[in-house]
């Protein structure tokens, strides 16, 4: 990327070491971003992608915490804060599965996955406004006082047998960044989301990992491919951005028209 869009701005992406978070941390750094890694095992894998920022020219810091215990989330920013001054653009991408039919589904299925996709994104949220209200607009470096960018998923709105806990807690997540978009676009913070659809990820490997899943898979993609880690990064780095200031409470759907209901295109 040439023109780096996110200079001396500082973020934060949670469950920065894989998948969608290691390619999000990569995108904003190279676009000028500092970037805390959070992770919460394989601290190998966190420091690989401190690395790699490091080695696009941007400097970062992997940061070790849970996002669903409260302490350590506090402790966290504190840590970020301490190291670099403040915060502008928060990434509430860390989320889980773990699947079950619904009359199988135990309280700690059910638990394990609220805690960590709909309260660690909460937890976040709330220390990144309030550092973003201390510090206020910093004209330098943005025209707003800060960027919360929260990852969701198409089962925000697709229903999805099997999984009630984790379309359960993408559901929260879009009531929850619109109602803290409602409450803070006064404080000149932007609340979005990112949607993703299909992305090839360790959370969904069997969705894509054969010549018959991913034919399967691509029935529900009118794109016709998988998505690519990347394919959000770039998303998230304009909606970090300026360029998309005055967009707030929106949720940016990224699923090459995965909730275009494609089974109607021949029926209904
Ligand atoms: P992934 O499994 O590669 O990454 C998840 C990350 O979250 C990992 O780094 C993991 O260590 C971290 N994590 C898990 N529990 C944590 C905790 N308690 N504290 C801190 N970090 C924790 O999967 P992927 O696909 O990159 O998922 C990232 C986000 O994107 C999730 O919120 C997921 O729901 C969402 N998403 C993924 C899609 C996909 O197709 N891959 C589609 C739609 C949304
Ligand atoms: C899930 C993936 C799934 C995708 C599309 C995501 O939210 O984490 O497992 O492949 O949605 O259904």
Redesign the pocket.
């Known amino acids: 990327m040439s023109h780096k869009v996110l200079t001396g701005q500082r973020a934060l992406v ?10 999000v941390a990569i995108a904003l750094g190279k676009a000028g971003a500092k970037v805390v890694v ?5 601290e190998e ?2 420091n690989n992608v401190v690395e790699t920022i490091k080695s696009n020219g941007s400097d970062a810091l992997a940061i ?6 409260e302490d ?1 989330v506090e402790a966290m920013f504190k840590q970020m804060i301490d190291a670099w001054g403040s915060i502008d653009i928060l990434v ?6 773990r699947d079950a039919d619904f009359t199988e589904m135990t309280l700690d299925q059910w638990q394990f996955v609220i ?3 709909l309260t ?2 909460f937890l976040c949220c709330r220390e990144a406004a309030r550092e973003f209200i201390r510090r206020g607009i910093d004209p330098e470096l943005s025209c707003s006082a800060g960027k919360i960018i929260c ?5 925000e709105v697709i229903p999805w047998a099997g999984h009630v806990n ?1 379309a359960t ?2 559901g929260g ?1 879009n009531m929850m960044m619109q109602s803290i978009a409602q409450e803070l676009a006064v404080k000149k913070i932007r609340v979005n989301s ?11 490997t069997n ?1 894509w990992n054969t010549p018959e899943a991913e034919a399967e898979l691509l029935k529900l993609i009118p794109y016709q491919r ?2 690519k ?1 990347e394919d ?1 990064a770039r998303a998230a780095v304009w909606l970090a951005s300026d360029d998309s200031d005055y967009i707030t409470g929106t949720s940016l759907f990224v ?1 090459g028209g995965m909730t275009l209901y494609p089974g109607f295109r021949e029926g209904g």
Do not use: C, E, F, L
Request: hydrophobic letters at 35%; proline letters at 5%; a positive charge.
């Open positions: 949670t469950g920065a070491n894989s998948g969608i978070g290691k390619g959070n992770y919460i095992s394989s894998r966190a070790r915490a849970d996002v669903s215990k350590q509430a991408n860390a989320g889980v599965q805690d960590i996709n660690g994104q990852m969701s998923s198409v089962h984790y807690s993408k997540v990112i949607s993703p659809g299909a992305i090839a990820t360790p959370i969904n969705a998988i998505g880690p959000i699923d």
